[in-house]
Each structure stands twice: as structure tokens, then as C-alpha cells.
């Protein structure tokens, strides 16, 4: 399936940038990790190869930033640096500190063309966060830099210090990386074919879901965009994991588990619709119990049946996050899940493919390892989970919009 290609264009600075120049890149590689391994799947890293590589042969001092989290803990990102050689092929030196402060600065002053200093985890810093989004602290972080290249597109949608960083650098000097030039394209690429008439038109006459949004996964905030989403003509969703527990409980379609208590995220729910009949939530559920009372493990068989018939009935498949606690050995309905949106291109060339999925989300090809499940049955695997979702909906994300070129 061919998608428009109808978008803004994003700066570049690459033809700017003169050996040895310094280059502050914002990447994402928040990768997922266990106890027995630095990372679980390195496809985040894998994808800021190609921006990080073609820095490194034009000879700029690169300087790294990133986040890397679970939860509220952050971790080292000095153990990231093996993997990040690996596949920028350049050779990394960690300011293993601080992102800021005297050893950043030393270290900066003492990295040769085609190197990369790679910064401490950025979110150590309170003055990172969206709440505070400190200029102060963002002036500090590409303090010595001539160029500053936003490659991180799942954290775009978050008005963070060190995104919105792009501003205190002319149009000369700012840009979009290799990764964040494609998923840009890509979602606003789907964006433009589900608000096409013709297409539109092609679908009913069809029988066919112009875009089908999978949503799911603990992070209640991930519904946030799912209103607007909805709002785009002839788009369904179906909503899983915890996020689709606290719709159901809220909206008192089920009467066990825990009620939402957080405004905001009461909030979002209220704005869902479900009279408009195109947001399906799970009819049964695999549970457990523990001392705080039962929780979900999983989505029920007959849930399973219902998603399952949507998702052959989709044109295009974007699929945010899982249906149940992934994590552990037992959720055969998620798995299900994911196989059949991979099944539906199982074997074919790209050229015939019928339905363009699209699978986003941090932990994506970790889940997809963990079953089994080959990414080249995908259209595309996607670092972005959220941030995808936003940019469906709104068609612009607070960290790109800086590097739009104005027409």
C-alpha cells in the first residue's frame, strides 16, 4: 500500500556542518533492559545509527543527549556506550557525571572530529521535565555548540528542556535527524491518506476501517491523544491493557478493579465517546489477585475474537502497545494479537501488501522477540508510541514544529 506523500518539509543541517563543529543531537535510547541484559532490544539505538554516523564522517564533535528510565528511576547511561559504538561506528566517550557541569565541559573541549561525547542521563535533572522545561538548564546543555539536531521523535510530543532546546539555535542551525525525518513523513503520511475523500470513499464502499489505532499498555496517559484521533473521519480504536480496564471501569461498563482517581486522567476519559460505537474495550478479561485486590493479566477469548475481526477489517493498523502484562510468560491473548496484525502481511512482498501496519511503541521489538514474531511482517517498526499517536491527531508535535521549514 502506497501512502501519500503530502507533508511540511523539516530543516537539515547536514550540508551546514564543516569538520570539526559541534553537534548537540537530542536521540531517544530509552531502551528496555532487564537484570540480565543492558538492553532487551536495541532497535532504538539501532535506528539513531544512520544520523549519528553520517555526523561522524562529515567530522563533527557530536554530542549525545538521551533519557533512559523505567518508571520514575533513571539509570546510567554510561552502559549504553558499548552499543552506541556499535552502530554509530564511531568512537564514544562518556561524561559518565553529569550531562552538565566541569567534566562535560573538559571532555567537550578535548573530543576529536568524528567522536561522540556521550551526556549522563538527561532526566536526573528536575529541570528537564515538561513542568519545569528550565531554559536556564536547556542553555547549559548545548553550551558550546554550533548545531542542534532533534533525532529523538518519540519524545517530540514533550515540551522538555532539551527538545525545545531547537529554539535558541537560528533556522541556519537547527534540524531534524535521519529517524525523526521518518517518522514524521510516515505518520503524516497516514494522517493525509485518512482525511482524503477518495480514500474515504474507497473504504465504505469496501467494508474497510480507514485506520484501525491498537492502544493499550499501564501508561494511563496514553489516551490523552484518543480523542482527537476519534475525531478523524471513519477511524476506530481498540483499547486494551490497563488503559482499556480504566475506560471500562470508569465509563462503569465493568464493576471490579480500581476506579481512576487522577483528574487528568479522568479528564481524557470523559472526552471518549462511546455511543459513537468506534472504540471497542475488552468484553472479558484474565485476572489475578494480590494483597491490593485482582488486576488484569490479560484480555479474555471472546475479546480476542471481537479485536481480531476489526483488525482484518483495517486498511491501515497502527498498534501503540500490547493487551495485558507482556512482560511475563503468560499472555497468550496479547500474543494472539499481535500475530494476527502480523499475519495479515505474513509472506508478502511489499509491493502487494493490502494493509499497512504499523507497530509503535518503546518495547515494540522486544515484545515482538519475546514471541517470536519476524518485524519484516510489519509495514514499519516504529520507536514511537505516544508521540505517534499525537501526531496522528494533531498533525505537528511541540518538539518538530521548530524545525519546519516556512512556506
Known amino acids: 500500500m502506497a501512502l501519500d506523500k503530502k507533508y511540511y518539509d523539516l530543516m537539515s543541517v547536514y550540508q551546514r556542518i ?8 537530542r536521540t531517544d535510547l530509552n531502551v528496555p533492559h532487564s537484570k540480565e541484559v543492558i538492553a532487551v532490544s536495541e532497535h532504538r539505538i539501532r535506528k539513531a545509527g544512520p544520523t549519528l554516523r553520517r555526523l561522524s564522517g562529515l567530522q563533527a564533535r557530536i554530542i549525545v543527549c538521551t533519557h533512559w528510565q523505567e518508571g520514575k528511576k533513571c539509570f546510567d547511561v554510561a552502559e549504553l556506550a558499548p552499543i552506541i559504538r556499535k ?26 572530529p568524528g567522536q561522540i561525547l556521550l551526556l549522563q542521563n538527561v532526566r536526573l535533572h528536575h529541570e528537564e521535565e515538561e513542568k519545569n522545561n528550565d531554559k536556564e538548564f536547556a542553555k547549559e ?25 531547537a529554539e535558541f539555535f537560528g533556522v541556519q542551525h537547527r534540524g531534524a535527524g535521519d529517524l525523526l525525518k521518518e517518522e514524521f513523513y510516515e505518520f503524516i503520511s497516514i494522517r493525509n491518506r485518512v482525511l482524503d475523500l477518495a480514500y474515504q470513499k474507497d473504504c465504505r464502499q469496501n467494508n474497510r476501517i480507514p485506520l484501525l ?3 493499550g499498555g499501564a501508561k494511563l496517559d496514553k489516551i490523552k491523544s484518543l480523542p482527537e484521533i476519534l475525531a478523524l473521519p471513519g477511524v476506530k480504536a481498540i483499547v486494551g491493557g490497563r488503559v482499556g480496564h480504566a475506560i471500562a471501569r470508569y465509563k462503569e461498563l465493568i464493576t471490579w478493579g480500581k476506579m481512576p482517581e487522577d483528574p487528568k486522567i479522568i479528564a481524557m476519559i470523559d472526552k471518549i465517546d462511546l455511543s459513537q460505537g468506534n472504540v471497542l474495550l475488552p468484553i472479558d478479561h484474565l485476572t489475578y489477585e494480590s494483597k491490593k485486590g485482582s488486576d488484569i493479566w490479560d484480555i479474555g477469548p ?34 494472539k494479537i499481535l500475530k494476527t496484525i502480523a499475519n495479515i502481511n505474513k509472506n508478502k512482498p511489499p509491493s502487494s501488501r493490502q494493509t499497512h501496519t504499523v507497530m509503535g511503541g518503546g518495547e515494540t521489538s522486544s515484545f515482538l522477540a519475546k514471541y517470536k514474531i519476524p518485524e519484516d511482517n510489519f509495514s514499519k517498526i516504529s520507536p514511537s508510541g505516544g508521540a505517534g499517536l499525537e501526531l496522528l491527531a494533531n498533525g505537528m508535535l511541540p518538539g518538530i514544529w521548530p524545525l519546519v521549514i516556512q512556506k
Request: with cysteine.
Open 18 to 25: 564543516r569538520p570539526g563543529d559541534f553537534a548537540f543531537v
Open 87 to 112: 552502530h554509530a561506528n564511531a568512537d564514544v566517550i562518556v561524561a559518565d557525571k553529569d550531562c552538565i557541569g566541569a567534566q562535560r565541559k573538559e571532555l567537550q573541549s578535548r573530543i576529536k
Open 141 to 165: 546543555l548545548i553550551d558550546g555548540c554550533q548545531f542542534y539536531i532533534n533525532d529523538a521523535p518519540g519524545t517530540s510530543h514533550r515540551k522538555h528542556a532539551s527538545i525545545m532546546a
Open 213 to 215: 489505532v491498537v492502544a
Open 302 to 335: 471472546e475479546t480476542v475474537n471481537l479485536f481480531e475481526t476489526e483488525i482484518r477489517m483495517a486498511e491501515i493498523i497502527f498498534a501503540n502497545a500490547v493487551m495485558g502484562f507482556a512482560e511475563q510468560d503468560c499472555c497468550d491473548a496479547t500474543s
